[in-house]
């Protein structure tokens, strides 16, 4: 029974499915850490990794998460904590203890697991080089100013640009699953990384890239690719895939308006298909 004085806890559990490694099996481990007021989730991490003892006093391993900012801007802290996918610089652990003196703490469900809290969100960057998720502005000599952007577009340009590639949102889609190779015995690393982005590049972009192409599309020089973007996203794991069931909107921490980004990315897609297709030599008579 655990101790209470003025409502607070003297000591609260965190419970955290590890794994030791890519393919390896994965299991529950508990640790037990004195109550400190404002902690947030990584806080407990690096105390956790600092005592390496589990509850029932038994040595292990450090825990394993990725992290950067912790300001919630990079993304890389994302993890599933009491069952919602977030950031854990941003997971107060006063607010989690509200309804029980227990943390529960497992790795996002739809990339492969590098160890411990820590995946490999590689799949999303990926994503981001199919659809072209940048604006073509290098070169060696002086381009000049950029082309003005209208207020219209900045607003609108704005909300998109805040995307972290946290994963949030692949998490919660349905149409998004994972996609997990280990390498082969022999097989070099170059070799394992190709056969990788192969089959990334056959499963779906997910609405993180679809929304991209939206901000790329609407920026003055960006859209110069705009025809190249629409492609990438009518080919095999491109928007077709959606299935418009919006779980990816309700968990986007940075509330970007995927569903809008997606309705917009359809008709688009729909009207490069058709200007193609009217555009072919054989109807130009
Ligand atoms: S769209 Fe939102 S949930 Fe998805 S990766 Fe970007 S910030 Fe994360
Ligand atoms: S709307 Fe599309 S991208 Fe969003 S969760 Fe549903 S299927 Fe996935
Ligand atoms: S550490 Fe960057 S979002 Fe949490």
Same mark, same amino acid.
């Given at each position: 029974m655990i101790a209470?004085? !003025?409502? *607070?806890?003297?000591?609260?559990? /965190?419970?955290?499915?590890?794994? %030791?490694?890519p393919g390896k099996p994965s299991y529950w481990q508990r640790f037990e850490l004195d109550y400190e007021s404002e902690l947030n989730v990584i806080s407990v991490l690096q105390r956790i990794a600092a005592k390496a003892k589990t509850s029932s006093g038994e040595k292990t391993t450090p825990v394993c998460w990725d992290c950067g900012c912790l300001e919630e801007v990079c993304g890389a802290c994302t993890m599933v904590i009491n069952g919602k996918v977030r !950031?854990? $610089? =941003?997971?107060? /652990? %006063? *607010?989690?203890l509200e309804?029980?003196?227990?943390?529960?703490?497992?790795?996002?469900?739809?990339?492969?697991? /590098?160890? %411990?809290? #820590?995946?490999?969100? =590689?799949?999303? #960057?990926?994503?981001?080089?199919?659809i072209k998720g940048w604006v073509p502005a290098d070169g060696y000599y002086d381009l000049g100013p950029g082309l003005r952007q209208s207020r219209a577009n900045q607003e609108m340009a704005y909300p998109l640009s805040e995307c972290m590639t946290c994963g949030c949102c692949v998490e919660a889609c349905p149409q998004y699953s994972k996609i997990e190779l280990l390498p082969h015995s022999g097989e070099s690393d170059e070799q394992f990384e190709e056969r990788k982005l192969d089959a990334y590049s056959h499963g779906f972009v997910g609405p993180a890239a679809i929304s991209q192409v939206v901000l790329f599309n609407l920026h003055p020089t960006g859209k110069m690719m705009a025809g190249e973007r629409l492609d990438?996203?009518?080919?095999?794991?491109?928007?077709? /895939? $959606?299935?418009?069931? !919006?779980?990816c909107v309700?968990? $986007?921490?940075?509330?970007?308006?995927?569903?809008?980004?997606?309705?917009?990315?359809?008709?688009?897609?729909? #009207?490069?298909?058709l200007r193609k297709w009217f555009d072919r030599p054989a109807n130009k008579h």
């Open positions: 209470h004085s !003025q409502n *607070k806890p003297k000591t609260f559990f /965190v419970k955290i499915l590890r794994q %030791d490694g !950031q854990s $610089c =941003s997971a107060l /652990v %006063d *607010k989690l309804d029980s003196n227990e943390i529960e703490l497992r790795p996002m469900t739809k990339f492969p697991i /590098v160890r %411990d809290l #820590f995946v490999d969100r =590689s799949r999303m #960057f990926n994503s981001l080089k199919k990438a996203l009518t080919e095999e794991g491109g928007i077709q /895939v $959606c299935g418009n069931a !919006q779980n309700a968990v $986007c921490p940075k509330k970007i308006p995927l569903t809008m980004s997606i309705g917009r990315v359809g008709r688009e897609t729909t #009207f490069n298909t």
